[in-house]
């Protein structure tokens, strides 16, 4: 009887143990072509994550935007940050719709075709939004609240600042860093 009850104790153990592993050390991939803004739009996201989280979030550089759809595809990506009339022209839609008009079709669009779910934008001119997959949804639900915190925090003029001071590094680091604590963000 000792040995039964030790075994089943032994068990739990090691199921706890296997559950608290599977906590620690997830992390999530945002995925972005190589260019300077979406480096910075992507710093930003990853900071906020990270910070009010404490989520691991790691930047992955792809040449160009058909390798990060495919990382997407392939699941080593969770999220990208796009633009509703790139994202367009990507669905081979014709070029017309701009603005709100852009966002509402590629919102129902990516979520039908592409299993992607558009958040709200960041607020500056270029339209551009975080869009996650819909299983980085299910395994973390408080993100679309936590990103949807960065919409309309950007304008055009904190935009062309923050790309200004970008160089891919450091200096990029504490630009976003120290634009997101002035908006009270983290």
Same mark, same amino acid.
């Given at each position: 009887?000792?040995?039964?009850?030790?075994?089943?104790?032994?068990?739990?153990?090691?199921?706890?143990?296997?559950?608290?592993?599977?906590?620690?050390?997830?992390?999530? =991939?945002? /995925?972005?072509?190589?260019?300077? %803004?979406?480096?910075?739009?992507?710093?930003? &996201? !990853?900071?906020?994550?990270?910070?009010?989280? /404490?989520?691991?979030?790691?930047?992955?550089?792809?040449?160009? !935007?058909?390798?990060?759809?495919?990382?997407?595809?392939?699941?080593? +990506?969770?999220?990208?940050?796009?633009?509703?009339?790139?994202? @367009?022209? @990507?669905? %081979?839609?014709?070029?017309?719709? !701009?603005?709100?008009?852009?966002?509402?079709?590629?919102?129902?669009? $990516?979520?039908?075709?592409?299993?992607?779910?558009?958040?709200?934008? =960041?607020?500056?001119?270029?339209? $551009?939004?975080?869009?996650?997959? &819909?299983?980085?949804?299910?395994?973390?639900?408080? @993100?679309?609240?936590?990103?949807?915190?960065?919409? %309309?925090?950007?304008?055009?003029?904190?935009?062309?600042?923050?790309?200004?001071?970008?160089?891919?590094?450091?200096? !990029?680091?504490?630009? +976003?860093?120290? =634009?997101?604590?002035?908006?009270?963000?983290?």
């Amino acid at each position: 009887m000792k040995r039964i009850g030790l075994t089943v104790v032994v068990a739990m153990v090691l199921v706890w143990a296997q559950l608290g592993v599977a906590c620690v050390g997830k992390t999530l =991939f945002i /995925g972005i072509p190589g260019t300077a %803004g979406d480096r910075m739009l992507a710093e930003m &996201v !990853s900071t906020l994550i990270n910070e009010r989280t /404490g989520t691991a979030v790691k930047i992955q550089t792809y040449r160009d !935007s058909r390798e990060v759809y495919e990382a997407v595809r392939q699941g080593k +990506v969770n999220i990208i940050i796009e633009n509703p009339e790139h994202a @367009l022209a @990507l669905l %081979g839609r014709p070029a017309g719709p !701009s603005g709100k008009k852009a966002y509402e079709i590629v919102k129902g669009e $990516y979520r039908r075709k592409l299993n992607l779910t558009w958040l709200e934008p =960041f607020g500056m001119p270029q339209g $551009y939004a975080p869009v996650l997959t &819909v299983e980085t949804l299910e395994n973390y639900p408080a @993100l679309p609240k936590l990103l949807t915190k960065l919409a %309309g925090a950007l304008n055009g003029d904190a935009y062309a600042r923050l790309l200004k001071a970008s160089d891919g590094g450091e200096r !990029s680091k504490k630009a +976003v860093k120290d =634009f997101l604590k002035a908006k009270k963000l983290i």
